[in-house]
């Protein structure tokens, strides 16, 4: 992202009150990442989510401009190497070290941090281990599903709706007996279940592509004319919509009669769930319609 459209985006952060600098890169790697954060700072909590190759470089820095939370992706150390090209399991651990030594110094409660794992077939074995390594460098632990599936070898991949799913569950659930006592713990969902509306909050969240490009959710801001879901075994393909520029003014782009009709249709789903006739079950929330783009999409399952 160009600075001139991070800065034309940070005259909206006093609507906000909170603020991830993160897309489908290493926040690290942009040259004036440590300048953003500290004009995000100056508006409301800030966090982000990296690879943790530079977290030895940056360390200080994080603490010192007083990062609200961190979240580390990473992979159990048998497949990490291969999940997360480009960086080693060792090298990740000894970055989250080198941050919280920097905490220590600075007698620093922030950033929080979390180890954010990827559940997939091929790895769900290793989030023991996961567990082992988020208690030794006392920091939380998020389990994430592989939720953007683009193709026929990512589905083959997922741990959710599998044949595996129930000997995933039942590690995840000791995992989970095990964590909730010691530090902050959050799994995700691995039997998918329609929901009024997903976590990615479509109604309220903004998310900018690097060409300052409006969107309510970071999957929709993908680089491809047609989007590729992989949803059931089907391959589906979403064309990406147009919501509008931040250069045109956000509040432009907000009252839009697009991006209205996107969000009235989660607020009818959301208000279904609300009424008593749901509550009976004489009302079916997935009767109503969805935005188009958001067909085939797993978060609306609950992944």
């Known amino acids: 992202m160009d600075f001139s459209t991070f800065l034309r985006i940070s005259e909206y952060f006093n609507k906000t009150q909170m603020i991830h600098l993160q897309g489908w890169g290493e926040p690290f790697l942009h040259p004036e990442i440590l300048e953003m954060i500290r004009i995000a700072k100056d508006h409301a909590k800030t966090g982000l989510t990296t690879n943790g190759t530079l977290l030895k470089r940056f360390a200080e820095d994080i603490v010192s401009l007083q990062l609200d939370y961190i979240a580390v992706s990473i992979s159990g150390p048998e497949t990490h190497g291969v999940m997360r090209r480009g960086s080693s399991f060792e090298s990740v651990v000894r970055g989250v070290e080198h941050l919280n030594e920097a905490k220590r110094k600075a007698n620093s409660f922030l950033p929080v941090i979390n180890l954010t794992f990827l559940v997939t077939k091929t790895n769900f074995t290793e989030i023991p281990l996961a567990l082992k390594t988020a208690l030794k460098l006392k920091t939380g632990l998020i389990l994430t599903n592989l939720d953007y599936v683009f193709d026929e070898e990512t589905y083959q991949m997922r741990a959710f709706d599998s044949e595996i799913t129930g000997d995933v569950e039942r590690v995840v659930k000791n ?21 009024a509306v997903c976590d990615a909050f479509p109604t309220s969240a903004v998310v900018f592509s690097a060409e300052g490009d409006v969107f309510p959710c970071v999957y929709l801001n993908l680089p491809f004319k047609e989007i590729p879901r992989h949803f059931h075994g089907e391959r589906i393909l979403v064309e990406r919509p147009k919501f509008g520029n931040v250069m045109q003014g956000l509040e432009e782009v907000w009252d839009s009669a697009f991006y209205s009709s996107f969000r009235e249709k989660f607020k009818r789903r959301i208000e279904a769930v609300k009424s008593i006739r749901f509550v009976l079950g004489l009302a079916n929330f997935s009767k109503l319609p969805l935005p ?11 992944i």
């Open 175 to 195: 995992v989970e007996r095990e964590a909730m006592s010691t530090i902050p713990f959050k799994r995700p969902l691995f039997r998918s279940q329609e929901m």
């Open 292 to 302: 188009d783009c958001c067909m085939g999409c797993y978060k609306l399952f609950g």
